[in-house]
T-cell receptor
């Protein structure tokens, strides 16, 4: 139990479907992240939220839409995805403090397959 | 752009052997983390190092942060099959809010 919970663990969706990934952190952290991990590729940062405000969007296609209603919850809304979007989607949280170091705590990920 | 390189990319050894994997950058990091990731799971934090020259031990794992805080190493003594996984290093600079991840070293420990 890492304190970061992702649901669902596995998701298969068609290219015309709309689905959402959910992440919840129980650590009291002020920052949350979405990463994409494809086979044989490094972790790719997608979105960053600090104090519920989106601070980074790494040129992610608009078919991925993040939502952070509060500091404990993060969603990734998916629509009209492509097969190449199939990957492990990881959520992480951290406590960001000026002058301090931070550690990222990850959820178990959602294995997404687009058919 | 800060980049982290890890070597080797793949490593396959027999149980009981020792090994060292490396994480290198041309940038200075305020802290550096090591994670282990098993297939289908998220990365799990192993250790954080923050002081140049720092050495931390976690049972059979020894982590070292370079004096200039640009590189780190992970040494495993008497590897076990349970050590198999993807080892990732991640760094955070003094200026950026985000973590930079290396591509990882995929370790296989054979019985």
């Amino acid at each position: 139990e890492t304190g970061v919970t992702q649901t669902p663990r596995h998701l298969v969706m068609g290219m015309t479907n709309k689905k959402s990934l959910k992440c919840e952190q129980h650590l009291g952290h002020n920052a949350m992240y979405w990463y994409k991990q494809s086979a044989k590729k490094p972790l790719e940062l997608m979105f960053v939220y600090n104090f519920k405000e989106q601070t980074e969007n790494n040129s992610v296609p608009s078919r991925f839409s993040p939502e952070c209603p509060n500091s404990s919850h993060l969603f990734l809304h998916l629509h009209t995805l492509q097969p190449e979007d199939s990957a492990l989607y990881l959520c992480a949280s951290s406590q960001v403090e000026a002058g301090g170091f931070a550690e990222a705590f990850f959820g178990q990920g959602t294995r997404l397959t687009v058919v | 752009t800060q980049l982290l390189e890890q070597s080797p990319q793949f490593l396959s050894i027999q149980e009981g052997e020792n090994l060292t994997v490396y994480c290198n950058s041309s940038s200075v990091f305020s802290s550096l983390q090591w994670y282990r990731q098993e297939p289908g799971e998220g990365p799990v934090l192993l250790v954080t190092v923050v002081t140049g020259g720092e050495v931390k031990k976690l049972k059979r794992l020894t982590f070292q942060f370079g004096d200039a805080r640009k590189d780190s190493s992970l040494h495993i003594t008497a590897a076990q099959t349970g050590d198999t996984g993807l080892y990732l290093c991640a760094g955070k600079s003094n200026y950026g809010q985000n973590f930079v991840f290396g591509p990882g070293t995929r370790l296989s420990v054979l019985p």
